[in-house]
Every structure is written in C-alpha cells, then in structure tokens.
C-alpha cells in the first residue's frame, strides 16, 4: 500500500527523502488558504518568493505582489495575506508573487518533490483526489510558525490521512499523532483552534472571519501545483 | 504564571531560547526509562555520549559502559538498552558511560540549559514536583527517533502538562497537541502505543516486556539530572 507522512516543520524536511514522492504543502492560516481562493477566483499564475525585497522587485514585472511578515502586510503591497482580498475581479488572469513568513518557505523546500500540490481546507478533497491517482507515497509538509509545528496545519494532514484512510498507510508516529489529533477535533474545528497560539496570535490582528474562512471545507475544486518555480493549476492532473 | 513547551525532536531545539529554561529530556524507549531505573538501583553517575567509540574507551577508565544503536547492541558493552538490565547488583556504586540513538543526543543539545532533568514514566511524579519548585519556565526536550517525532515522548509531555495544569500554562501549540493527545490516550498507554512505528520497531526486537514496564507510572521516585557532563541524582533537588 502507498503511504503517506507528516513533516510538521520546514525544519524537519531534511529528515525526508522528497523523491519519487508526491509533497502537499499546507499553511493554513493564511498562505494557501489565500493561494487556493486566489486560482478559484482566476488568477493564472502564484510566485512564491522567500524575500521580501524580491517579492517587491516582481511588481516591475507585471506581477501583481503580496507580502506577509508576522501576520502583517508591509507597506507598498498589492495584497495582504486575507482570503477574502483575493475575491476580487483584477485577480483574473493575474500573476502574483507572493511572500509570507511561513508558507513560502516550507513550498520552496519542497521543490524536489516529484509533485508539489498546494493543500488547504478549501480544497481537501480535490488534493485527496489528486493523491489517490498518484502511483507513490505522499507527505504532507506542514508549514508551522517560524518553524515550530503548529494545530492548524497538523489538523488539515489529520484530515487528510482519514480522508485517505484504506489507500494510504500511515507512514511514521507524527502521522498518526496527526490523525488522531484530528479525530478528536473534527466536529468542531472552529473551536479546536480557539486554544492555539498562532490563532490567539491572528485573533490578535482583527481577522475572526478569516479564520473561519479558512476552516471551510471543499469551498473550491482547484489544485494548485508547482511547475519550475511557479504554482499553476490544472484541470487535468 | 510559568510556562511549559515541548521540543518535538532535537533537530528543532535550535528554535529554543535554552538559557534560564529547566529542560526535561525524555527518550521512554529506552535510553531515559533506563537511566531512572540504573540511579533507582543505586548507580552514582551516567555519562551520556554521542560516539559509541568513544563510550567503549570509558570501559578502560573505570565505567560500566552501555550502547545501542538502532535498538540495538553492539558487542563489547556491559549493557544493552533494556531496563531490566539495570536492576542488578553490580550497578550499586558504579559509574556508566552510555551511548544510545536518540536519548543521549538529545541530552548533549539540552545543555545550554540551567537546569537538564532526565524524565520517564517511571519517574514522572518526581519530575513535575521539580519543576513546581523551579521558578522558570520548562521545555520537554523529546528524543524521537532519528530527529522525528514519536508517540511515546509525546504522550510523556502531555501528561507532564497535564499534571501541572493550573501551574504552568501551555506555551505554544505542539504542548496542546502533547497535551490532547496524552488526554486522549491516558486510559491505557500501551494499547496507544501498539500502533506507533517505533514501538512495532521494538516489537520486532522482541522486548515486549519493556515496553510495559516503561509506560509504568511512578514506579521510582529518583530525579537525575545533569552535571557538568554527567548525570547525578540529588535528593535536595
């Protein structure tokens, strides 16, 4: 049976060998929340950056830019790290490189993967569809909080692992820590994260709608994935 | 009020502010069960080593020496990783140099802290009457396996957590999890654990009897803790 495994930190990914295997990066709130409302809404095209600086420069290009530190948006911006910013009719056909604190980062190591998809809760069972067709093992890479594992991305692995449970083997300890962890939370997922530090952290910035947003699950039918060093979609995968 | 972490494994203690911090190092199977039970059985000093040439040399300076890589012992060692082992005359008075996968490297990238305590099931109870006493913070450093998380580290941490619910508050999200996971396995452990991948690791060894005697709550009443380089046991602690 294939399996499938948890990498609850970028700085973890060193422990896994990533070839021959299918990698789903994850950062709930807000990154790929924002990158799979932003491909459902008709955006063409997400450049992942890990500098801020960089991320700027693409403006120059035609990009249309977006940037996260800390949960914040620095100044000169085109789009701040919100869902809902990403509803919007100048998102159509967009180029949009994007940096945030955690969720680029852990994309960017991922890059040797032989699939890197873009996983969020809005679009579970599309990645869960997309993980079923794929003949080898998986690896969900949690993006975390500056590198420490956090509730929110464990959550969505756990959902993910039971939404594969009879076609994927749990691969290692953390994976089933993850499933279980899940379990217990899955009638309620609003209130689970209520207690975590990254959400106490967001709460902190005004953004309860967001949260919940980023909750929902199935919302959109899109697959985000990584060709060279930009994030596509594409309805035959 | 105070606050209790946990590193999920050593290769993220980089994340870790160190200093001022009591750290509770814990590998349940074996290297930290077995420790709790030598000084139990009346060892005076272990000395944790990351090379196991280098833990051979001390059998020429006067040190029992033990070893075990993979779950296993290489030859030439007075003893292996088992915590029967221990309960033996001949530990009464002696000095052990010991070299194990996860536990000791565990313990070598704790040191930094001000205060390094060895934690096991065994000893748990005398483990959280220390930290009531320490007037910091404290950081649960987990050996996992091979820099990855386990099952059994983790339930540890969570039941250290919850034994000192209203004295400590949890830090940061992989506490919660540690947390919740322990609350939800507490019951029985060892049906928890039979599913865990280090634990089919160890099956395979065929030391089931270990493994029950290292889920035991409380059985000692013994707090090593570090040094300079070595482990002691202080009843002032």
Redesign the interface.
Same mark, same amino acid.
């Given at each position: 049976m294939k399996k499938i495994d948890i990498c609850?930190?970028p700085?973890?990914i060193?422990?896994y060998d990533l070839k021959g295997q299918a990698v789903v990066v994850v950062d709930i709130f807000r990154a790929t929340s924002c990158m799979v409302t932003a491909f459902a809404h008709g955006a063409a095209e997400i450049l992942p950056v890990e500098d801020v600086d960089l991320c700027a420069s693409y403006g120059a290009q035609g990009y249309l830019t977006a940037a996260e530190r800390n949960g914040l948006t620095p100044a000169g911006f085109d789009f701040d790290n919100s869902p809902f910013s990403y509803q919007v009719d100048r998102i159509k056909g967009a180029k949009i490189c994007v940096t945030t604190t955690n969720g680029t980062v852990a994309l960017r190591r991922s890059v040797t993967a032989s699939k890197v998809f873009v996983g969020a809760f809005l679009n579970i069972s599309r990645v869960a569809e997309a993980l079923r067709h794929w003949e080898g093992d998986a690896l969900i890479v949690c993006a975390g909080?500056?590198? %420490?594992?956090?509730?929110e991305d464990?959550l969505f692995a756990g959902a993910l692992i039971d939404m594969l449970h009879g076609e994927f083997a749990v691969?290692?300890?953390?994976a089933?820590?993850a499933w %279980?962890?899940y379990n217990?939370a899955s009638n309620d997922l609003l209130t689970a994260v209520k207690?975590?530090?990254?959400v106490n952290r967001l709460l902190g910035l005004g953004i309860e709608k967001d949260i919940a947003f980023c909750l929902e699950m199935d919302r959109y039918n899109v697959l985000p994935y990584l060709v060279n060093d930009a994030l596509r979609i594409d309805e035959t995968i």
């Open positions: 609850l930190s700085d973890l060193h422990l909080w500056k590198g %420490k594992p956090n509730l464990t691969a290692d300890d953390a089933l820590m %279980k962890q217990v207690n975590s530090s990254h």
